[in-house]
């Protein structure tokens, strides 16, 4: 740093302040201007000489650098409104020896509009970044922390990219534990909405007779007070609605008038008031399957669907199973403080021949706990709950003799409890076996 400001003169650095992209100003420690850049006098309207020595309050109006000299903590990215319009700014405090000399401060961003728009690219760019990264750091509102690269999820993630900026409503549907959560947060991430709440509201989850309050709030004459409702909570930020298929018909239409005219009525309330909201919303079960039942109204299905994202079962997008597999591992790996864990073979077989009734959530719930219970850092068979195993079943053949198709039997049961287990006075005692016989069958077979 030394030998930069030898080799730099006065005039070069004058000349890098007169025309970097930012306004600066430098001031003594009684606040008094000692240097500000051409271009931020041009803005304030005000010749340099003028400004110079002067308190930076008559130059600079709402300016801070006073309360930062005072305080010795610099005030950074902080809103600055100046003739009319909001800037970016940040603040420092200049120190030499341990003691406060002055003050630095330079605009950022010169329109608040500006800075909204790099924000929305900057974050747009970083999720797309994060989609072709290997970082195993979890956050569910990020769409690059959705796991997977099968055709189905990778255009699932390509419309969202195009579709979040919108105020178009959106429906997700899928099975549960399908992540249709972290869907709905990832829209929200990348729409212009982010800086403003996510509120989510489970109608699965809220007794009916609550509903409406929970959704529109509610005035309470006793007190006098209204308490608002995740709607109005929801203003100017995204409303998600999970499980709307248990949303009474009542207050689907509630709901839709409420999205048509761009405001709500609590109940007990004679008075509406506006609101602007994004609604995204999902369901377990096809609303089109609802509407057939009379469980669902159609015109509140049409405003919903425009733009329909339907999450594909696990099941159905196996080739993603491994990318899943490693991230929860790292990810419950750093939870339980293990620096290493691995599969075992069998086990692997037994988790990629699974049907996953219970989606990825069922995954992830399973290696959780099977981290925890691994031994000498591998997860053998007997970590995972009995419903998976049971239905890897070793299977055998049915043709030739009874006793041949017997022997088939007791050589793959007898493999498949010696893969899983290690003790084999534990084998003999849960196959009803003395110690001996079990040895017996073992060389038999040429296990």
Known sequence: ????????????????????????????????????????????????????????????????????????????????????????????????????????????????????????????????????????????????????????????????????????????????????????????????????????????????????????????????????GRYKQADKGTLYIDEIGALPLTLQAKLLRTMQEEEITPVNSEFSEKVNVRIVVSSNISLAQLIDEKKFREDLFYRLQAITLRIPPLRERMEDFIDLLHYFLQKFMLQAGRRHVTLATKTREILQSYHWPGNVRELQNILQAAVFMAEKDVILPSALPSQIKLRNVPSFHTTGTLEDILADVEKKVLQSYLEEETDKIQIAKQLGLSRSTLYEKIKKHNL
């Open 1 to 228: 740093m030394e030998n930069l400001q030898q080799n730099l003169s006065t005039s070069v650095l004058a000349e890098i302040l007169e025309n970097a992209f930012q306004w600066f100003v430098v001031v003594d420690a009684d606040s008094k201007i000692l240097y500000i850049n051409k271009d931020y006098c041009e803005f304030l309207e005000v010749e340099r000489e003028d400004a110079i020595g002067k308190p930076v309050a008559d130059i600079i109006e709402n300016t801070k650098m006073h309360e930062v000299i005072a305080s010795g903590i610099a005030d950074n990215a902080s809103p600055h409104y100046i003739k009319g319009t909001y800037m970016l700014a940040n603040r420092v405090p200049l120190f030499v020896d341990g003691k406060i000399v002055g003050a630095f401060g330079s605009v950022i961003f010169r329109d608040m509009s500006d800075w909204k728009k790099l924000s929305s690219h900057v974050r747009t760019t970083m999720e797309r970044i994060q989609l072709n990264s290997d970082d195993n750091s979890y956050n569910e509102y990020k769409l690059g922390e959705i796991k997977g690269s099968s055709p189905a999820i990778r255009k699932i993630k390509e419309t969202i990219e195009i579709i979040a900026p919108s105020e178009l409503p959106v429906l997700i549907e899928g099975e549960s534990g399908t992540g249709k959560d972290l869907f709905a947060h990832s829209i929200h991430q990348l729409s212009e909405r982010s800086d403003f709440p996510f509120v989510k509201v489970n109608c699965a989850a809220v007794p009916p007779e609550l509903l409406e309050k929970e959704l529109f709030g509610f005035f309470d004459p006793l007190t006098g007070k209204l308490h608002n």
